[in-house]
């Protein structure tokens, strides 16, 4: 089992202590309650703690999305996000409530003079960023432009520093708080040179060539990889990569995809929908084209469970379950009982039709349950997958563990309907194709 819970606990608690421990170096325990002012100082201080925590969250560093999952850390950074947002707020609204309460707006350029400028120019950076994240689809930003709107936050910290170091007259006579500070920009430094140097040095070897691209429907194509030093990528199945292509016809752009064989071959094939910019590119990959993998990441993976299982998938959400099946049919007759649900609207979107077909009828671990919502075809369920097909199809509902992996509404949808069905929450486990 990839997951780790524990981890994942014990790494939200290091963040309370974190930001309890900025709060109190700021404040610093005295017998009078803190000042407003003093409330406002460590506003500032709670800011940069969450920046640098936001860089270590965005660094992708593999001790800390071990077992955790880099879905769940980014999910971590939307929710940091908006506490470096509110601190931000309430930095110089604390710092200079008296006098604004006195109708004194101008008060923190009369305090401080220019040198308040980095200030309000780190206010802007974030309300872009902000601006940027909740009306990408509004504005039509395209998900590359997108991604360097946030490479803003870089320049964020460098000017959350200097601006804490020029104007923060407590971090520069408070020891405990220059301390802090020297450890948060450390810490930022190193989450940097992490991201950018350590992670690239470290998967320098994994390059791979394109041996085939296949069109496995109308508008998936799997492509497979072959490493050029004969050494494939240590994968659980379910896991994801992320893929760079240096084909002259695609742009230079990382993406993240499930590895959807099975571990333990000499090759690793992604099987990729057409469904954005870039996506819609794919049939233009040859054979002997360069691709860079980096990974694996991810924990959806049902490695060592004992299940039974039931799959849910969901479109293209059917790879890692596709990875997932085919390691349980390379591993022998043995299985877990496994029922899959797959749903499609027509039956010429369901991937690996064929492939499902041949392990269902060489095994007697598997049943395959195909659910269309566009189509009647004989033999295939009409409708969605909801609490009726459940009910229906499995036996003893709160017995398996679920796997599922769809657009987003549909497995919003089944975690409530298996919630109703008095399925326990930790016995299902889902994958979102978004970070
Ligand atoms: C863990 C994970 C596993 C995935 N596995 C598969 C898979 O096996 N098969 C498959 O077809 N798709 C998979 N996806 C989805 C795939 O990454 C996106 O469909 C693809 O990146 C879209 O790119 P685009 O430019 O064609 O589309 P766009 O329309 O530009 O993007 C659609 C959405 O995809 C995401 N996205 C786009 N570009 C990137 C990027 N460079 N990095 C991160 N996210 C991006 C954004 O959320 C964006 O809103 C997976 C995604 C994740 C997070």
Redesign the pocket.
Same mark, same amino acid.
């Given at each position: 089992m990839l997951r780790d819970d524990h981890k994942a606990a014990t790494l939200k608690l290091l963040y309370v202590c974190l930001m309890g421990a900025g709060l109190v170096i700021t404040v610093q325990p005295q017998p009078a309650p803190p000042s407003i002012y003093s409330l406002g100082q460590a506003a500032g201080t709670l800011a940069l703690t969450a920046i640098a925590v936001q860089l270590v969250l965005a660094s992708r560093w593999r001790i800390l999305e071990r077992g955790v999952g880099l879905?769940r850390i980014m999910r971590w950074h939307s929710a940091n996000a908006k506490f470096i947002a509110l601190f931000v707020l309430l930095h110089p609204l604390l710092l200079f409530l008296r006098q604004l309460l006195k109708g004194d707006i101008m008060a923190p350029y009369t305090m401080y003079g220019t040198d308040i400028l980095g200030g309000v120019i780190g206010a802007v950076i974030i309300g872009i960023i902000w601006i940027s994240v909740l009306k990408r689809k509004q504005l039509g930003l395209?998900? =590359?432009r997108w991604r360097l709107v946030h490479l803003l936050t870089y320049l964020l910290v460098a000017i959350g520093l200097s601006h804490s170091l020029l104007l923060g007259s407590d971090i520069k006579s408070g020891r405990p708080l220059y301390t802090w500070w020297l450890l948060l920009a450390a810490v930022s430094v190193a989450a940097v040179v992490y991201r950018y140097v350590v992670r690239r040095i470290t998967f320098a070897g994994s390059e791979y060539e394109v041996v085939a691209n296949k069109l496995e429907t109308h508008d998936v194509h799997t492509i497979t990889l072959r490493p050029t030093d004969g050494t494939v990528l240590g994968h659980e199945s379910g896991q994801?990569a992320f893929l760079t292509f240096t084909s002259e016809d695609l742009p230079v752009? =990382?993406?993240?995809?499930?590895i959807?064989s099975a571990p333990g071959g000499d090759t690793i094939s992604?099987?990729?929908?057409e469904?954005?910019?870039?996506?819609?590119l794919l049939g233009k990959v040859e054979r002997r084209d360069m691709a860079h993998v980096e990974g694996p990441y991810?924990v959806f993976s049902n490695r060592s469970m004992p299940g039974p299982f039931v799959l849910i998938a969901g479109g293209?959400g059917i790879?890692p379950l596709m990875s997932m099946l085919r390691a349980m049919h390379k591993e022998g007759d043995t299985q877990p009982q496994t029922l899959l649900l797959y749903a499609n609207r027509t039956q010429g979107d369901i991937a690996f039709l064929g492939e499902l077909a041949a392990i269902e009828r060489g095994s007697d671990w598997l049943r395959v349950v195909h659910v269309l919502s566009k189509e009647t075809v004989e033999g295939m369920r009409h409708g969605f997958v909801d609490g009726l097909v459940l009910s229906d199809e499995i036996e003893e509902l709160t017995a398996p563990t679920y796997f599922i992996c769809g657009p987003p509404p549909m497995m919003d949808a089944l975690r409530t309907t298996l919630a109703e069905l008095g399925v326990p929450d930790d016995q299902v486990v889902t994958?979102?194709?978004?970070?």
């Open positions: 879905d395209l998900y =590359e994801f752009e =990382e993406h993240p995809f499930t959807a992604f099987s990729i929908k469904s954005g910019d870039f996506t819609a991810g293209i790879t994958e979102r194709f978004a970070l």
